[in-house]
């Protein structure tokens, strides 16, 4: 079993719905980040969470460490949203992350 | 300001070939990351360069893999040979300091397909 579990695997929305995607993790960790990989794109950065909630836009993103459990939620979805959102997880100082396999969001207009 | 830049975008070569993966990191980030993604799994860490200096290199799968970081600017990965199961995507990623706080940029990556 990976240390870092994502759900749903597949999501499909349509637009203006509120989205939200899941990650688990069995480990300790200093920080959580959720990334976000567009269809034939590069991998961005949206967050790096070590406790609470962060907000960007119409993305939130919330921890909770005790339970070992992130959110991704995304208000008023849009079609540009469609990509692959990726929860990994860091242990230590540095950029060893553990990724979770991904969430592919499509968002129909 | 010039992001992560990786060369080739894509690579097609056969089995038993060699071939070197380029990655030109964000100007004054001392940290640049290795990782790769195999068909229908997650993605992966391969290594870890501090400056030239390799940090942390357990990632790398086998001794066909040579990474290298000379002068401390742009990186280097090197397939040879080749196998099958190499076919992936390999991103790099680079960062300014070690800080909790420090943000991580990714490259668009390069999809190798080992024939």
């Known amino acids: 079993k990976n240390e870092v579990e994502q759900s749903p695997q597949n999501l499909t929305a349509q637009e203006g719905e509120f989205i939200t995607i899941n990650c688990s993790y069995s480990?300790?960790?200093?920080?959580l980040h959720w990334l976000q990989q567009h269809p034939g794109g590069g991998i961005v950065s949206l967050f790096m969470?070590?406790?609470g909630k962060k907000k960007h836009g119409r993305l939130i993103a919330t921890i909770n460490i005790q339970e070992k459990h992130s959110s991704l939620h995304i208000t008023a979805s849009h079609p540009r949203d469609s990509a692959v959102y990726i929860c990994?997880?860091?242990?230590?100082?540095?950029?060893?992350?553990?990724f979770g396999k991904g969430t592919l969001l499509t968002v129909n207009p | 300001e010039a992001g992560v830049t990786q060369f080739p975008s894509h690579s097609v070569i056969e089995k038993g070939q060699t071939v070197t993966l380029r990655c030109d990191p964000i100007s004054g980030h001392d940290n640049l990351y290795w990782y790769r993604r195999v068909m229908g799994k997650e993605i992966k860490f391969l290594l870890h360069?501090?400056?030239?200096?390799?940090?942390?290199e357990s990632g790398m799968p086998n001794n066909r893999f040579l990474a290298e970081r000379t002068g401390g600017t742009y990186s280097t990965l090197k397939v040879q040979p080749a196998e099958l199961e190499d076919s992936g995507v390999y991103f790099c990623a680079s960062s300014q300091g070690y800080i909790n706080q420090e943000k991580l940029f990714f490259g668009s990556g390069t999809q190798l397909s080992v024939l």
């Open positions: 969470l070590s406790s």
């Open positions: 480990v300790g960790i200093s920080a």
């Open positions: 990994a997880v860091r242990r230590g100082s540095n950029y060893k992350l553990t």
């Open positions: 360069f501090v400056k030239e200096s390799k940090q942390d």
